[in-house]
């Protein structure tokens, strides 16, 4: 066959691996126009959000090739729970893959190795650690050697640059493939790169010639709200109980908090209040990582309270929320995190609480690290974006999307949009805060903190606001108009927009910076929200929580939920059987269709989606059992009730 006539059936070839495999009717987005082009050969750069379908596009072309008899497709991963995860559903779906990393032994890793070069495999997924190895690229080039070698993917790529949130010095050595395995296509993935770093990643991985294929980063059943943090816990507690409670409990959840200290404190007290709370932490035993790992990613219900050492690679796709109790490092990496909630495509949460010591802790780590000053200012830029979304009067998400390089309308699905502040122009007060600290300053010849400079303004003689004599200048009492919650929010408003310089080294002092001038001369205005005593609650936006929907959105009857609870416990079943996941089995989404269109025998489950051939022929007839038990106890209780 010739190349062109080839190519002309690789849609088809690829539509077909998709509906067979893994059970789905169409390709989503762009996943099509990839797969086509990894599939024949291409090399490609995608970026796809998170819960977008970033497997497909190496997994098919993985199966496309190896029929074709170009050989193993090695995918690169940074964690040996996602590798475990993602073969574990290859292997249900009857895809031959496996792993090899530091969890087998070494007599399993030498049998893995021969099955590898007996061609028995389609995938393999490595550490990039492992990859660099002399024994693997020996491997490797033996295979390369018989053009054995079909395809190498590279998930989690923001790693290779040292501008993203996760950089990993060790994802530096796979510029190697391009090297040493010429002609062998590659095709490298994020869910998470601005500019400067989809560069990095074109010009350390040496994909200069490959494709780039950016989908858009809108995430719309995902709700963002950033709040004033006030009670910190206390608002997380409220705002679970209020927009995450279940009769039967609460949805599982992600919380984020900065230090191992906080992860602690927080999980502990949620666990007082009632919820299912597991801490997550660097400092923890490899094990005990794990366990909680794996708990989450088994049970229902769970909440994870971690640092940023948790989330990478997680597949769960019911994470109804994500929480942060202490600000991100940077916007990618409240992107990457956030993303982590409703990859099922179900509605989501994304809640933050962001105070002024959010800003002054993100700027001093800032300043403190050994890094060159180019990397400090990259970094700068990075958390100012993020800054700005967090003091946004405006559309979150617009602004969001902006800084990846995407226009959008606003979105009605975050706070800003469904609850409009109002705004009232504080432009006068600016100037008087700016001019307090400029004669604080002036008049005792050294700087102070904010509590200070607020007590100063608000005409509050405190012991130390009489010892220095600072209730004789012109700027004391003349902000007795603004509350301290106003005064904080503007203070905070001011440093992120660097009129305002927070010393971390000096007690977190304050003194005016550059930007401030433009501000006391009046030719930058600056809008502060008005104070409400309203508390508006922004219940999720699912139209019936807690009702299981169909596919086509229409809640199921009674009889359907009881076939639903069935299924999810036969679900269970399987999934301890298999130490493997829940959704791993069958998502959410295909019991749901299961239960809504009731099937009678095995040929009524073709179509549905989540269920290819392997796992119809596998699980089939035992679901159609628990079907009929089901629905057999629906009868006998209507029965007893004269109905």
Same mark, same amino acid.
């Given at each position: 066959?010739?190349?062109?006539?080839?190519?002309?059936?690789?849609?088809?070839?690829?539509?077909?691996?998709?509906?067979?495999?893994?059970?789905?009717?169409?390709?989503?987005?762009?996943?099509?126009?990839?797969?086509?082009?990894?599939?024949?050969?291409?090399?490609?750069?995608?970026?796809?959000?998170?819960?977008?379908?970033?497997?497909?596009?190496?997994? +098919?072309?993985?199966?496309?090739?190896?029929?074709?008899?170009?050989?193993?497709?090695?995918?690169?991963?940074?964690?040996?729970?996602?590798?475990? $995860?993602?073969?574990?559903?290859?292997?249900?779906?009857?895809?031959?893959?496996?792993?090899?990393?530091?969890?087998?032994?070494?007599?399993?890793?030498?049998?893995?190795?021969?099955?590898?070069?007996?061609?028995?495999?389609?995938?393999?997924?490595?550490?990039?650690?492992?990859?660099?190895?002399?024994?693997?690229?020996?491997?490797?080039?033996?295979?390369?050697?018989?053009?054995?070698?079909?395809?190498?993917?590279?998930?989690?790529?923001?790693?290779?640059?040292?501008?993203?949130?996760?950089?990993?010095?060790?994802?530096?050595?796979?510029?190697?493939?391009?090297?040493?395995?010429?002609?062998?296509?590659?095709?490298?993935?994020?869910?998470?790169?601005?500019?400067?770093?989809?560069? $990095?990643?074109?010009?350390?991985?040496?994909?200069?010639?490959?494709?780039?294929?950016?989908?858009?980063?809108? %995430?719309?059943?995902?709700?963002?709200?950033?709040?004033?943090?006030?009670?910190?816990?206390?608002?997380?507690?409220?705002?679970?109980?209020?927009?995450?409670?279940?009769?039967?409990?609460?949805?599982?959840? &992600?919380?984020?908090?900065?230090?191992?200290?906080?992860?602690?404190?927080?999980?502990?007290?949620?666990?007082?209040?009632?919820?299912?709370?597991?801490?997550?932490?660097?400092?923890?035993?490899?094990?005990?990582?794990?366990?909680?790992?794996?708990?989450?990613?088994?049970?229902?219900?769970?909440?994870?309270?971690?640092?940023?050492?948790?989330?990478?690679?997680?597949?769960?796709?019911?994470?109804?929320? +994500?929480?942060?109790?202490?600000?991100?490092?940077?916007?990618?990496?409240?992107?990457?995190?956030?993303?982590?909630?409703?990859?099922?495509?179900?509605?989501?949460?994304?809640?933050?609480?962001?105070?002024?010591?959010?800003?002054?802790?993100?700027?001093?780590? &800032?300043?403190?690290?050994?890094?060159?000053?180019?990397?400090?200012?990259?970094?700068?830029?990075?958390?100012?974006?993020?800054?700005?979304?967090?003091?946004?009067?405006?559309?979150?998400?617009?602004?969001?999307?902006?800084?990846?390089?995407?226009?959008?309308?606003?979105?009605?699905?975050?706070?800003?949009?469904?609850?409009?502040?109002?705004? $009232?122009?504080?432009?006068?007060?600016?100037?008087?805060?700016?001019?307090?600290?400029?004669?604080?300053?002036?008049?005792?010849?050294?700087?102070?903190?904010?509590?200070?400079?607020?007590?100063?303004?608000?005409?509050?003689?405190?012991?130390?606001?009489?010892?220095?004599?600072?209730?004789?200048?012109?700027?004391?009492?003349?902000?007795?108009?603004?509350?301290?919650?106003?005064?904080?929010?503007?203070? %905070?408003?001011?440093?992120?927009?660097?009129?305002?310089?927070?010393?971390?080294?000096?007690?977190?002092?304050?003194?005016?910076?550059?930007?401030?001038?433009?501000?006391?001369?009046?030719?930058?205005?600056?809008?502060?929200?008005?104070?409400?005593?309203?508390?508006?609650?922004?219940?999720?936006?699912?139209?019936?929580?807690?009702?299981?929907?169909?596919?086509?959105?229409?809640?199921?009857?009674?009889?359907?939920?009881?076939?639903?609870?069935?299924?999810?416990?036969?679900?269970?079943?399987?999934? %301890?059987?298999?130490?493997?996941?829940?959704?791993?089995?069958?998502?959410?989404?295909?019991?749901?269709?299961?239960?809504?269109?009731?099937?009678?025998?095995?040929?009524?489950?073709?179509?549905?989606?989540?269920?290819?051939?392997?796992?119809?022929?596998?699980?089939?007839?035992?679901?159609?059992?628990?079907?009929?038990?089901?629905?057999?106890?629906?009868?006998?209780?209507?029965?007893?009730?004269?109905?």
């Amino acid at each position: 066959m010739s190349v062109n006539a080839s190519a002309g059936k690789t849609p088809a070839v690829c539509a077909a691996v998709l509906q067979d495999v893994f059970g789905y009717d169409a390709f989503r987005g762009p996943q099509a126009e990839i797969v086509s082009h990894v599939s024949t050969g291409g090399d490609a750069l995608v970026l796809m959000p998170t819960g977008g379908g970033k497997s497909l596009c190496y997994q +098919v072309p993985a199966i496309v090739r190896a029929r074709a008899g170009h050989g193993l497709t090695v995918v690169v991963s940074p964690l040996i729970a996602l590798m475990h $995860d993602q073969v574990g559903a290859l292997l249900q779906a009857g895809v031959a893959a496996a792993f090899l990393n530091s969890s087998l032994s070494s007599e399993a890793a030498q049998a893995l190795e021969k099955q590898v070069l007996r061609g028995e495999l389609t995938l393999l997924y490595v550490a990039p650690e492992r990859l660099s190895t002399a024994r693997f690229l020996a491997l490797l080039d033996a295979l390369h050697q018989r053009a054995q070698l079909a395809l190498f993917a590279i998930d989690e790529a923001h790693c290779v640059s040292q501008w993203g949130h996760d950089f990993r010095p060790e994802y530096r050595a796979l510029e190697l493939l391009h090297q040493r395995f010429a002609g062998v296509p590659r095709v490298a993935l994020t869910a998470t790169a601005d500019e400067i770093t989809r560069a $990095d990643i074109v010009t350390h991985l040496q994909l200069q010639a490959a494709r780039c294929f950016v989908s858009s980063f809108d %995430r719309p059943n995902i709700r963002y709200t950033i709040v004033e943090k006030k009670d910190g816990t206390q608002q997380l507690l409220r705002f679970i109980r209020e927009r995450h409670s279940q009769p039967n409990g609460h949805e599982a959840g &992600i919380v984020y908090c900065q230090s191992r200290k906080r992860v602690q404190e927080v999980a502990a007290l949620l666990c007082e209040a009632g919820l299912q709370a597991l801490p997550y932490h660097a400092g923890f035993d490899a094990a005990v990582r794990q366990r909680h790992q794996d708990r989450f990613l088994r049970e229902d219900g769970l909440i994870m309270v971690a640092t940023i050492a948790f989330g990478m690679g997680i597949d769960k796709p019911d994470v109804r929320f +994500v929480a942060h109790l202490d600000m991100p490092k940077n916007i990618e990496a409240y992107y990457q995190e956030t993303g982590r909630a409703g990859r099922d495509g179900e509605a989501a949460n994304a809640w933050m609480a962001y105070g002024l010591q959010d800003v002054v802790n993100q700027r001093r780590m &800032i300043d403190e690290s050994p890094a060159a000053d180019e990397f400090k200012q990259v970094q700068r830029g990075k958390l100012d974006a993020l800054l700005s979304l967090a003091e946004a009067s405006d559309c979150r998400r617009v602004r969001l999307l902006a800084y990846f390089g995407e226009a959008s309308a606003p979105c009605m699905n975050c706070d800003n949009c469904l609850l409009p502040p109002a705004l $009232d122009d504080a432009t006068e007060s600016a100037r008087k805060l700016l001019s307090c600290i400029y004669r604080v300053q002036q008049a005792s010849g050294m700087a102070f903190g904010a509590g200070h400079i607020t007590d100063i303004l608000r005409g509050k003689r405190t012991e130390k606001v009489s010892q220095h004599g600072h209730d004789k200048l012109s700027t004391f009492g003349i902000g007795a108009d603004l509350g301290e919650t106003q005064w904080r929010a503007l203070l %905070r408003q001011l440093i992120a927009r660097e009129a305002i310089q927070v010393n971390a080294a000096h007690f977190n002092t304050l003194t005016l910076a550059e930007a401030a001038r433009a501000i006391l001369k009046g030719q930058a205005p600056v809008w502060l929200r008005r104070a409400s005593e309203k508390k508006a609650v922004l219940r999720s936006s699912r139209a019936s929580k807690g009702v299981a929907t169909a596919p086509d959105g229409q809640p199921l009857s009674l009889g359907e939920r009881e076939c639903l609870a069935a299924l999810k416990v036969w679900r269970t079943e399987q999934a %301890r059987a298999h130490n493997l996941p829940a959704f791993v089995i069958l998502h959410d989404s295909t019991l749901r269709a299961i239960a809504a269109r009731q099937p009678q025998t095995v040929a009524d489950l073709d179509g549905i989606a989540g269920l290819g051939q392997r796992k119809r022929a596998a699980y089939g007839t035992e679901l159609l059992r628990v079907l009929g038990t089901a629905r057999g106890s629906d009868d006998r209780a209507l029965g007893e009730i004269g109905v």
